[in-house]
């Protein structure tokens, strides 16, 4: 990335959430734009990319379309993860403050999505959650707190639903 040219990240993140750009093409101009994206990992368009390019997508990842990444903190995402379509990936949000304004100080903390995850369409993962290794992140649940390992979550909030084998596929 260029120093000092926040609008040449800015314009690369724009052109990286375009539909109808090859989706192999997209992690390489988010390479440019600061991320970094590992091999074999296929983005389709409709996403939005907020702020500092504060995103690394290991290998063999794959991302469906229309996610939200606000990156105000940093959001890394490892090796084998599958990522549905509208899943928002939210690093940022306030402090509670006092009853003439609720919505206080702003604060941020990084998110970890562990290798092998499947996060499901609609799904939503607030700031400071690591997804831990192998889980299944039902479609519209909300994580608000870290997760065990090889485990399905589901709900608003997201709750351990059910322990996976670590050797369990669908029938």
Known sequence: ????????????????????????????????????????????????????????????????????????????????????????FVTSDHEVGPSHRRAGPGRSAAITVGRGTWICSGATILPGVSVAEGNIIAAGAVVTRSTEANCLYAGVPARLIKRLDQEESAP
């Open 1 to 88: 990335m260029m120093p000092g040219r926040k609008w040449f990240q800015d314009v690369l993140s724009e052109m990286a959430a375009l539909s109808l750009l090859p989706h192999r093409f997209r992690p390489a101009l988010l390479r440019r734009a600061g991320a970094s994206v590992g091999d074999n990992v296929l983005m389709y368009g409709g996403s939005t990319y907020h702020s500092q390019m504060r995103l690394t997508i290991e290998d063999d990842v794959f991302i469906n379309q229309s996610c939200h990444f606000d990156m105000q903190a940093p959001i890394r995402i490892e090796s084998g993860v599958r990522v549905g379509n509208h899943v928002r």
